[in-house]
């Protein structure tokens, strides 16, 4: 009986762990204004999500490309930015602006309802190194592409993506207010820029993601948590001057009232 209570407790324990991995991800987004250049602002002070899960398995893969996403807001834009490790990223010289080529997707949903991303206010960001524009599709990205800012930078250890992406004219963005989304990863493991060899997910059910919006998206939560930079300690220049001073004070109180005591002294033995 134990041996079987054992093997089915650690049968549990794998069913939930596969679970833990493949579930919708809750992120949250930070409160503030990114500059959009390719680099880690301040401002991104939630916790990252991982890309890591491949559609193949639906399972944690990070053999090949993974990545981390970070998200602010202000009430002009949702801003995202996405470290991609990748030994083999798209040469520059070969890269055509397409999900074949190294390149992060970025999904956005802010109709509050389920859809074809093509009829509802949605879209697929997708942008990697070098691009010169941005592939995916959706309504949301038709109506506010001409507007989003972009950057990108290459690393030792792969590459970086930055976004800037205006909420648009049909939602107007609340602290706490949820939303939907996610990310995902074109990994071109060849470096040929004509195939996508694994495609990674940050949330289980993303699969279909480039055309339709469902349960399956991740959550996405404006929250009101801000940077606060550091506040620097500054050296007291006045304090050890009036310390000294008041020390000095006292002692010239000290020597005078010696000197009155001597005074009253000599003038009893004068009188005697």
Known sequence: MKKFGSLALAALMVTALSISASAASSIEAAAGTAEIDGEKDDIYVCDPVDI???????AVNTDNATGKAWIAWDEDYIYTYIEVTDSTVTAAADVTSIY??????FYLNVSGTEGAITDIDAAQYTFGPSFTT???GGKHRDDNMADAKTAYTYTDYGYTVELAIPWGANYTPAADDVITGGFGIDDDTDGDASTREFHLFSGDGLGTAWQTADANW????LTTKKYEPPVEETEDTTGGETAAQTADMGIIAAVASLAASGAAVLSLKKRK
């Open 134 to 136: 941005f592939a995916g």
């Open 218 to 221: 991740d959550t996405i939560t």
């Open 100 to 105: 074949q080529n190294d390149s992060i997707e």
């Open 52 to 58: 890591n899960i491949d559609e193949t398995t639906w």
